[in-house]
């Protein structure tokens, strides 16, 4: 029976477990996690650090039957020869085949679970103004502490925000008491008069072990280079998640379902979607898709700017679909565009109707401008010409409308628009 | 336009018909209140003050009677000569020829080879009597009903999480009071107008990828891509946690099993629900809000989320969020399912379900066979098993091991199954197909033997409304001569099979008496219940049990406000996962279909296609689609479109809508032949439910070239 040992115990390698269950996998499976801690879901750590949720909140579900998991376990190197894996205690772990899901490793001060849930004091400088140390500032303040965001380039999240964006989400972030440093330099923590120092410098792949043994990492990021069937050189080695390069919670799943069927026996491929970078700032829509991607001249390029509502985008289309885009206080254009993208449908035709969601112009409900056909109740498929036509033969109120028409008396909801147009109508002369 | 109605025939030795009757409405579960009438010769229909309609009625309503005096009605037997067509019959000989082919059938093959396919729209007695005739003149498991395509995902999500399925636990003058109500794939503007009238005070949060009537009402409406509601509802659950907003006094004392469902929600951030569902972060987080701060709220779920292959994991999610909001089983707070048919309540829990047996109880149940088989006079080894739900019944006919004979009653399989070009095939395939109706439905034009029946406004009975009310169905005519009720259809049938008559009443009365004992001591109990307490006014809501000697039990408006229908009176979280459809757009079929109603007709539109004020509202199959998805399909407005799956191809009037996804178009189901939207779904199945993925097909949109002369090349 084949041995399936997985290295990291994050939500890939829990829903990796969960879907061999499922899928029917017989072999045994083993678990190595590094944190203490059961599996949690990582991506929630700032509603921890906000204090939305206890730590304890984030606990995954206990691994399916079978699989054993065993926690405060490093991995520290991998044989491949001999297929085994030998961690910091000493212990070793025989596989036939080894799922690398370590994740990344963060280069500032906040990313396990006992980091989040450790009390921080008093006022709090962050340093970093990329995605995390913004999620991060967000969160302390909406706990209610002092926060001041010190980030050495000219606004937060410069890499994937343009000027007019990152200027929107500045100015947001210090409309609720965040106090920002920007530009140059990061400041030495002790210019920054705060209590408590986090710094949130970015993550990287948590890929030593791997380059270690030999496998292939990617030059720039040192991410496992993985093939759609998530396999590194080695083939009785796969990897993935965040050590394999891929961006977001979503990928990561993506891969551990693939996985899963790969490994009992099915055929499928991994086929990434367009990474797209989504803050989780609460209150504030950011998102910037295709910014590390390759850049080439778009067909056509739409911006919208409103900066006094907070609300900006910049769309790169080529070919009818979105190849770059970045949005601030759109909530429904970000949500329409990164369906677009990650489907790969076409841009719609009314490009403001898409940033602002649906409508763009108000229905014209003017009783007196409506056409005589216009259906007034739908449920009796009464037209305004049939309501003024028993008004001007005498029915004067709802209650003879309605007996002589049926408006009005189906779901009621018509009911302000038929008097609407009664009051609209010149009153016949024997009357005045 | 409606026949000679103004001389009702009255039946020899009866007491001559009404002139006038207060009745419901034959359409859907609101079952408005209406009084009957008649005035030069034609049926008159005006709304009452009932409280669910409060004296309002949609157009289908208003137009009822014309179903009366169709011209096609059927009015006698018709039986399929050696010639291939249906030729009338007498009574006799056409119960005769069923009986005895029914006979051979059972002898050739085993009494499995008769099936028996109910509907929704019948009342309690005859789908009480009709699951009876199954079991014990039949002696067969092959009984299931269209109520499974409509309300099984619901049912079965509310008996996992309450121990009982009632449509809405509460009255629906409840709503009237709400402050905020979640609308989860729920278009009543359109599919029961007059329930709106309890939804003008309440704020409306709208989830349905289309922008119906109702949604235009919504203070929020949210647009999930289709088959991504259980996503959002799993995001719902999340930020309803994350932001504070969950109700642990309640989850603590009044409910089970909350932390599996959390962890399953754990995965489902705001961001990546967006992402999946395409609904904004915002927007949900406004929903949870606005859930989470009314007094009082309510949650109601409709076809929209339930008919899905993952139907009832849907359900169940937007019940575990009820639940974490504190919702159910509190007064003027609540979840309800908004049921479909007629009587899609009492025709859910009276015998015509493959897994039931009546009073909602199930079949595998041993004390449940003991109880039913001493009502019943029969040994309880006598009683069949668990039969295959509706679909698969379908499915299996004329297959080795299927039936080969179907007795449908009140449902035209033919429109209204999925994947109905296979289902039609598999009818064809049936050695004998018997069909009940009182028009010749598309079904009915199959049949080897058509036998003509009473319908709404010639007959007493009665029906469980959406809110679990029983309400009397009540005569003003006699039927026409020649027809015959459902009930004296089953006798004749059971007679002629070997059952003793006794067995079989006509008298729907007497059926109910029967009725009552068999749903003594059930979860769904009508034991308290009578046509004397009813007709005297009393607003009873099961389960009424009956009393042995005190005060009569006074129905049960509303459940759960003292405890849940499960032995330790709590709720259950049901932990559930989000799934894709079974079939996704791809290169060759680019678009999701979704299926659904309109205003003007109801189901198979086998009754409204034939009023002419409805069809001239709605008269032909149409699609609904983005304009810039019909620029790239290179087809026009009021042009016709072909619709294609991967099981069939729909013929369709194109309707350019705006407000419609780009990767979305919506049919009506409602209408027959090459337009039959029906022949675009599939046949993946809940493997909770049974229910079918009406919701999700993917599909192409091509024109049709139409050459000249109006011939249209396909």
Known sequence: MKRILVVGNGLAAHRLTARLAALGHDGPVTVLGAEPHPAYQRTLLGSVLGGDVPASALTLSAPPPGVRVLTGVRVVAIDRARRVVRCADGTRYGYDTLVLATGARPTGDVHTLADAARPVRGRVAVVGGGVLGVETATALRRRGHRVVLAHGGPHPMHRHLDEVAGQLVAARLESWGIELRLGGYVPASGTLGADTVLRCTGTVPETAAAREAGLAVRHASGSIVVDERLRTNDSSIRAIGACAGTPDLAGALAQAETLATLLTGGDTRYAPLPPILRPRVPGLDIASLGASGPSGAPDEVVTFSDPARGRYARIEIRDERISRAVLVGLPEGTAAVAQLSDTGRPVPEDRLALLLGGRTKAPGDDPAAMADETVLCHCNNVSKGTVVRAWQHGARDLAALAATTRATTGCGGCTAAVRAVCAALPVPEEVG | MSGPLSEPLSVPGSAPPPRTVHTHCPYCALQCGTRLGHALGEVTVTPSAFPVNQGGLCQKGWTAPEVLSTADRLREPLVRGADGRLAPAGWDAALDLVAGRLREIRRAHGPDAVGVFGGGGLTNEKAYLLGKFARLALRTSRIDYNGRFCMSSAAAASNAAFGVDRGLPFPVTDLGRADV??????????????????????????????????????????????????????????????????DHAFVRERTNGFEAAWQRALPWTPERTERVTGVPVAAQREAVRMLADARRAYVLTGRGAEQHSKGADTVSAFVNLALALGLPGRDGSGYGCLTGQGNGQGGRELGQKADQLPGYRMIDDPAAREHMAAVWGVEAAALPGAGPSAYE??????????????????????????????VTERLAALDLLVVADFVPSETARMADVVLPVAQWAEEEGTLTNLEGRVLRRRALLAPPPGVRGDLEVLRGLAVRLGEPAERYPVEPREVFEELRRATAGGRADYSGVSYERLDAGEALHWPCPVVPSGPAHPGTPRLFLDGFAHPDGRARFVPVEHRDAAELPGRDLPLYATTGRVLAHYQSGAQTRRVAGLTAVEPEPFVEIHPDAARRAGVTAGGLARVVSARGAVVARVRLVESLRTDTVFLPFHFPGDGRANLLTGGALDPRSGMPEFKVSAVRVEPVDVVPGGAVSV
């Open chain 2, 181 to 246: 109500v979640l609308l989860a794939g729920a278009n009543p503007a359109e599919t029961m107008p007059p329930l709106m009238r309890h939804l003008d005070r309440a704020a409306l949060i709208v989830l349905d990828p289309r922008r119906t009537p109702t949604a235009e009402r919504a203070a929020v409406h949210l647009r999930p891509a289709p088959g991504t509601d259980l996503a959002l509802a799993l995001g719902l659950l999340q930020l309803t946690v994350l932001d504070g907003r969950l």
């Open chain 2, 393 to 422: 019944l379908l499915d299996s006919l004329g297959t080795a091991g299927g039936p080969r004979a179907l007795l449908v009653f009140g449902s035209n399989p033919v429109v209204s199954a999925p994947n109905a070009g296979h």
